[in-house]
């Protein structure tokens, strides 16, 4: 099952639930109650809890979008944000902001102990931020080095 820090899981064998606020190892997680309570357990142990609309997926519609008025072409305007879980202070979650008229081609790249793990590649639109890592705030001293790479594309159109 592929978990992720932030996820709302229940419990199987028992009645609790919460979200996943640490991952230990490959198999264990540390899921955080609705009393701060940071519980460790098996990840085949806890079931994802579904409703929640994750942030990447966007309404579709069958309508035509309104043609946007032409504006000033911005050439600066990205950063890494960096914002605490709305259900927990302890999970740290890291946003590539774009507010320029660029679109970019972004990948966050995670190394640690000289293993180098790929974390997040997409285009980001003009105006967007996408979400690209979750950390334990808990964790900082553990945490991993980030490498962000971006490519500036601007589509010209005739």
């Known amino acids: 099952m592929n ?5 709302f899981v229940r419990f199987v064998d028992e009645n609790i639930e ?5 991952i230990i190892d490959k198999d264990t997680i540390g899921v955080t109650d609705s009393n701060d ?6 990840a085949s142990k806890v079931t994802l809890v579904h409703g929640d609309i994750p942030e990447d997926n966007a309404v579709v519609s069958n309508r035509p979008q309104a043609a946007a008025p032409v ?9 890494l944000a960096v914002i605490t879980d709305q259900h927990s202070a302890a ?3 890291f946003h590539l902001v774009n507010e320029t008229s660029f679109q970019l081609l972004g990948s966050f790249t995670t190394a ?8 997040f590649a997409a285009l980001i639109a003009p105006g967007t931020t996408k ?7 808990g964790d900082i001293q553990l945490w991993p080095e980030f490498r962000i790479d971006i490519l500036f594309s601007y589509r010209c159109r005739y």
């Open 18 to 22: 919460g979200y996943i606020t640490k």
């Open 91 to 93: 999970v740290a979650h």
């Open 112 to 119: 640690k102990s000289g293993h180098f793990k790929g974390e």
């Open 71 to 79: 504006a000033e072409f911005k050439k600066e305007g990205v950063y």
């Open 3 to 7: 978990l992720n820090l932030g996820d």
């Open 37 to 42: 309570f940071e519980i460790p357990v098996q």
């Open 131 to 137: 979400k690209v890592f979750s950390a334990n705030l």
